[in-house]
């Protein structure tokens, strides 16, 4: 049922004055005039989260151009556009959001396009004293500045098409190149005159002064046609093991960067835009401290003195060595075709072993097979390319199928010379290094302990409360916004019933199938898949199965069925 404005303006002042709980029986639909409000979920004091509601407008007011909106990627770049123009002008109102989305360009919850019309789902802090309720005020809120916010962001006429426009037509033409690097045997993608450096250490937003635009080797130099009609070129990054060297802050760190982001779409003058890299790439580094529970880090640790078997691994505090080996071999069979690693954020012990120590410490007394000696067999045994920035060492030359140097931002290919500098001795281990990729199968009953009583939750981007433990995910460095960590908590939630489900039909479920079922169902329904209510689903926004498998195995409590 539909109640006019007039209605909720008497019901909000007939509030004033009263306890803050009151305010629940607002929870309905209404008509603004300009557009429907619906409010699903009602806050229940003013230190809660913030109410849910949902700005209506019919598709005739919106009228949207099809063309942008007959195809999954011209959705993603139309509501993220909307979203855009609807948090501009949010943000001029108290206590109402709709999330602030940051230099990529993501699938969210918060525009939707739906056979009502076309939905803002927006957070609202209703107005209070204390634990009074502030009714008059929230009258003016709901009945009169939530009504404009919708004519100024979500009817046609104050929609700016060409600006809409141009937003699609980018964002399809950089995941149509997305689509092609795969085919064309490329990992990554840098076009020429991409400005890669950010403006500060805790800004993502591009450097303004003094930046050098990207330009590509010859020697790497290629070039796509892509959907509008552009062609853009720049320096493809080849399968294989790829080094990037140079002194310290000429920006080889910056190039890796640049492509551990490039997963994402990139936003217009972001300067990243045609930073592209492979949907299934990950970053990998160490992280002292973290749970790894029964993965398999044998081919680069075993035969410990405490004879913990490698093969099954399992710590609550691992050691950067440890950690690093268990992120890699994760993300493997997690299903990442290349990996992204920097020297700066790795464990030394794990990455390198130099002559003077091999012989200091013969092979037979160290447990640690370096990644030096493995990264060869990775790609040979698994197709798993790695990018990997250098600084300290030449180690890695005598592996590498290609060598960057980076001098004050600028790229050369010194593939020739790295050669020349390399160990012709090495050698390449005799035999099978590593298996098949390998599943895990999580017990259904660690995925929903006794003592969990509410819905994980986000808190922030590098925190899920799950339970009584806390998820810390601020080493995943591909997770980029704290919307996706909120649907990476409501993923694991949603993992846990999909897996005590199967235990009662069919017995334990591995991850990786629990993790690919659930993405099925987002591709079939969409994000609202990962929310149990109905109506407004909160601010979420796509994260990829390999952050998912991350947070999983960053579970504390997770335990293995033991095959």
């Known amino acids: 049922m539909t109640t006019d404005k007039d209605e909720l303006v008497r019901t909000l002042t007939s509030l004033d004055g ?37 700005l209506v407008v019919d598709a005739e007011a919106a009228n949207l151009p099809q063309d942008l909106i007959d195809d999954c990627r011209g959705r993603v770049a139309v509501t993220d556009f909307l979203a855009r123009v609807v948090a501009k002008e949010a943000s001029s109102l108290h206590g109402v959001s709709i999330g602030t989305p940051q230099q990529e360009v993501l699938e969210r919850t918060s525009i939707a396009l739906t056979d009502q019309g076309l939905e803002a789902r927006i957070s609202v802090q209703l107005p209070a004293a204390g634990r009074r309720i502030k009714g008059r005020e929230a009258s003016r809120l709901l009945t009169e500045d939530l009504p404009r916010l919708a004519e100024r962001s979500l009817l046609h006429a104050s929609i700016d098409v060409d600006a809409l426009r141009a937003h699609a037509t980018l964002h399809r033409d950089q995941e149509a190149l997305r689509d092609q690097l795969a085919e064309r045997h490329l990992v990554a993608f840098v076009g020429d005159g991409a400005i890669l450096p950010r403006r500060s250490g805790d800004s993502d937003l591009p450097l303004t002064d003094g930046a050098v635009p990207f330009d590509s080797p010859e020697s790497l130099r290629v070039t796509f046609d892509l959907p509008s009609g552009r062609q853009v070129s720049g320096m493809g990054v080849p399968d294989g093991v790829t080094v990037i060297v140079g002194g310290g802050y000429h920006g080889k760190s910056t190039l890796l960067r640049a492509m551990e982001r490039g997963v994402y779409p990139h936003l217009e003058g972001d300067g990243r835009e045609w930073a592209i890299t492979r949907g299934d790439v990950g970053s990998v580094r160490a992280e002292d401290g973290r749970a790894v529970t029964g993965v398999d880090i044998s081919p680069f640790i075993s035969g410990l003195p405490s004879g913990t078997d490698t093969r099954s691994f399992t710590t609550t505090n691992a050691s950067g060595s440890t950690s690093q080996a268990a992120s890699l071999v994760e993300a493997v069979d997690a299903g990442a075709s290349a990996l992204l690693i920097d020297e700066d954020t790795s464990a030394t012990n794990f990455m390198i072993r130099d002559e003077r120590m091999r012989v200091l410490i013969p092979a037979d007394r160290e447990p640690i097979t370096p990644f030096v000696d493995r990264i060869r067999p990775l790609y040979k045994e698994r197709g798993v390319s790695t990018v990997l920035v250098a600084g300290g060492s030449g180690a890695f030359f005598d592996v590498a199928d290609h060598v960057i140097a980076l001098d004050e931002y600028v790229p050369r290919d010194v593939t020739d010379q790295a050669r020349a500098l390399a160990d012709e001795a090495s050698s390449e281990p005799s035999g099978a290094v590593f298996g098949p990729a390998r599943s895990r199968t999580p017990d259904p009953d660690s995925l929903r302990p006794a003592d969990k009583k509410k819905p994980a939750t986000a808190r922030g981007r590098d925190i899920i409360r799950f339970g009584r433990e806390q998820i810390e995910l601020a080493a995943v460095s591909q997770l980029v916004d704290s919307a996706q960590t909120e649907a990476v908590a409501k993923a694991l939630d949603r993992l846990a019933e999909l897996a005590a489900s199967s235990s009662a039909n069919q017995g334990a479920t591995q991850l990786d199938a629990a993790i690919r079922d659930l993405f099925a169902r987002i591709d079939a329904d969409g994000l609202e898949a990962l929310s149990p209510h109905r109506g407004h689903p909160g601010h979420l926004a796509r994260p990829r199965p390999l952050e998912v498998h991350a947070a999983v195995n960053r579970y504390r409590g997770l335990q293995v069925v033991r095959g």
């Open 18 to 54: 009263r306890g803050y709980g009151s305010y629940k029986q607002l929870k309905g639909t209404y008509d603004l005039g300009p557009c429907r409000l619906l409010i699903d979920h009602v806050q229940t004091d003013p230190f809660a989260p913030p109410s849910l509601m949902r």
